[in-house]
């Protein structure tokens, strides 16, 4: 692996590999993986690819993390419901679970609306800041965008809702899934400066209470992530690239 080429793809790569050696067996359940330095060492790529691709093993549930000791192989047997990821994920598979998403999300914005803490709502914002901050260092916030959505559904006072998030796993930020070819560097970030303006308003209902912003704007920041998978979707059954 080198470094030259763009962070993303390297990243999709040492997930891959970290991925085939867990559901090998050859890191089992429970078993540290190698340090960041070991990582970058062995497989030739910086810190800032390593931790991306082990944020996006964790998303996906495969591996958690512990404070101040690594990250471990995470227990298959979990959760009672997963939607695990094929080696190569489909645009169809995406929009079921993008579909998925719209019926539970949107109501989970409300109920936050109604019956977050300030604590929560700080947990929000605190989220949605680091969206920020990734974005200005180029990067494409895949994690951060999950912990969002994850405090969101924290703020329901509903533990189901976390957990279901949980068990979603990568499927809930689909652009670490599928890498669109026709993005320019300049495309992508126009397009995630866009989302973070939808999460903005998302971040707004939920701290003024207003249950039905809230669920307007989660609906309208699903449902456009939804539409432009469904016209990807279109264009490669089309033959176009």
């Keep these: 692996m080198t470094d030259k080429q763009p962070v993303n793809n390297l990243a999709e790569q040492v997930m891959a590999r970290l991925s085939a050696d867990i559901r090998g067996g050859r890191l089992a359940p429970g078993a540290r993986l190698p340090t960041e330095q070991a990582l970058t060492t062995e497989l030739g790529v910086s810190r800032t690819v390593v ?11 495969l591996v958690v993390t512990r404070r101040g000791s690594g990250a471990y192989v995470a227990d298959p047997a979990a959760g009672p419901f997963r939607i695990v990821a094929p080696r190569v994920t489909s645009l169809d598979d995406i929009l079921d679970v993008m579909e998925l998403r719209l019926a539970v999300e949107v109501e989970a914005a409300a109920f936050a609306a109604e019956r977050a803490s300030r604590r929560q709502v700080a947990a929000i914002r605190t989220a949605w800041q680091s969206i920020d901050r990734a974005l ?5 916030a895949v994690a951060e965008d999950f912990v969002f959505h994850r405090a969101i559904a924290e703020a329901t006072g509903n533990s189901q809702f976390p957990r279901f998030l949980a068990y979603l796993g990568s499927h809930v930020i689909p652009r670490q899934s599928v890498r669109l ?3 320019t560097p300049a495309e992508r970030r ?3 400066e866009r989302i973070q303006d939808e999460h903005s308003r ?3 209902a939920i701290s ?3 249950a039905a912003e809230a ?6 920041h699903l449902t456009r992530s939804l539409d432009r998978y469904r016209r990807l979707a279109g264009g490669k059954k089309n033959g176009r690239r």
């Design 202 to 204: 998302i971040v707004a």
């Design 51 to 61: 931790r991306e691709a082990v944020a996006a093993l964790r998303a996906d549930g």
């Design 208 to 210: 003024d209470g207003d």
């Design 215 to 220: 669920r307007r704007a989660m609906r309208e």
């Design 190 to 192: 126009t397009y995630l």
């Design 181 to 183: 070819s026709v993005d």
């Design 136 to 140: 200005e260092r180029g990067e494409g």
